[in-house]
């Protein structure tokens, strides 16, 4: 079986949040959101029967590394803290009906915030949890484009809620969202 990790919304901007408070959390507009697709023999599988057994990672990179390149930090060895990236780096899988109408398997992340200003990718990886043999192998990863933390002087104002996050948003999943943001 061959895995495809999409980005379907990427981090465009977002505030600096500073390491004053940890309650004091801005987030990265839109939120990041991961498509896994499956490839067999006799085509697409949209949904897995063991989703549950599936995650998502994000690693944060610095703006010199190219988009395309894969510096394959392994998700494995770098659990640790990253001081610089807010909220939680890991997600599980939820299928959901995607904007075509189809179910699928999609990763979604929150509540992302850093705290300081530049320009950051986020390397995203697959992790599929293997009970027979307690290992986490990475089936996918993807880099999400560049985007921009902005010093509160220097930020241009919050991203409007996306389609795909109201989509979502109607199905249940909890996002963070401002409260001056229309919901509907």
Do not use: W
């Not at 010199?64 to 494995?76: G, H, I, L, R, T």
């Not at 640790?80 to 179910?103: A, I, K």
């Not at 850093?114 to 990475?138: E, H, K, M, N, W």
């Not at 909890?174 to 943001?181: D, G, P, R």
């Amino acid at each position: 079986m061959k895995y495809e990790l999409l980005t379907i919304q990427s981090p465009i901007r977002g505030r600096m949040s500073g390491f004053s408070s940890p309650k004091d959390t801005r987030l990265v507009g839109p939120q990041l959101v991961l498509q896994l697709v499956c490839y067999t023999d006799q085509g697409m599988v949209k949904v897995l029967p063991d989703t549950h057994l599936l995650m998502a990672k994000v690693v944060l990179l610095e703006d010199d590394v190219p988009a395309k390149s894969n510096p394959n930090p392994s998700p494995n060895k770098n659990l640790g803290y990253d001081s610089n990236l807010l909220g939680n780096p890991v997600t599980t899988c939820q299928v959901l009906r995607g904007l075509d109408g189809e179910m699928g398997m999609f990763f979604i992340f929150p509540d992302l915030g850093l705290r300081s200003p530049g320009r950051y990718r986020l390397q995203c990886y697959c992790i599929q949890i293997d009970l027979t043999s307690a290992s986490f192998p990475v089936t996918a990863t993807t880099t999400t484009e560049q985007f921009r933390v902005y010093a509160p002087k220097t930020f241009p104002g919050s991203i409007e809620m996306t389609h795909i996050t109201k989509h979502f948003l109607h199905q249940g999943v909890n996002f963070h969202i401002a409260k001056k943001l229309d919901r509907s």
